[in-house]
């Protein structure tokens, strides 16, 4: 396992033809625009390029032209390539059922999450990305690749999402000059941005005001924390994917530090959701659960009743806040 860095990266296309480039489980805007953005520069190359993410596309994305070419839950002929690129993956089961071939051909890694233990046999991590699209735009300059309307449009997308659309303690200078760029090239951000802001479901709103109705606050107002049953699923017509969203719902309010939402996939599968403002680290928690993220976003899954998990994460939670000194 090593650290390449970019030069790494550009060392490994170089010697390779045919890529399999996957996003993780679950896809965020970051995820979906790495492994777009990334197979559309590599094709620009002459390079062979298969993509793929092992969950059904977003919804809000269903209707974005450029993810056609990503393979949904399809299967992958292990013939078909002779190298695998990874992107905004922390660790190999984000893979989901894609993690199986990992060990067929040589992979690399590209990241930024805190928690990735440099899993590929080649890894490129830069902490101080704002998101993969970034890295993986600084790599496709580096490269000399030529960017369109739609290469840029797509690119910008997860840096967009990323640091939820310029505001969040990741939108530093060298971001913003990327972004700048990309504008100049021809992203349509506004595009993006509606496309991401403003194609809810009404459905998404009556679990919202489902979840809503089951906040609890302590902590002296710092720790909000909620959950989402599968009967309220039911019950308002949503999937677990719609509930993504609403842990920012969460983060917003007032006086807030910390968030987080309890989501049951099943009867003893809670997916928990982490989020924090100004201070306090969710990623070592989520990672103590065997998960991993960033310092004010993070997630993890727990394998036990919706009660036991709320009430142990709540409790683990309170002390490490009380503890922490800022
Ligand atoms: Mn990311």
Redesign the pocket.
Known sequence: MTETGINGLKEYINTHNRFLIIGHIEP?G??ISSVLSLSYGLRRIQKKVISAIDSQCPAIYEEFQPVSQITFEGDICVEDFDAIITV?SSSPDRMGKYQGLMDKKPNFVID?HVTNKLWGNYNWLDLEAS??AEMVYRFLKELGIEYDPVLATINML?IQT?TGFFKYTNTGWRVMEIASELIKQGANAPFNASMVLENNRVQEFYLLSEMAKKIKITLDGTLIYSFITLDMLEKTGCTYEDAAGLIGELRSIKGVETAILFTEMDKEEIKVSFRSKKWFDVADIAIEYGGGGHQRASGCTIYQTMDQTIDEVVNNTKKRMETVNY
């Open positions: 965020d970051d995820c905004d930024h998101s993969t997860g990323d």
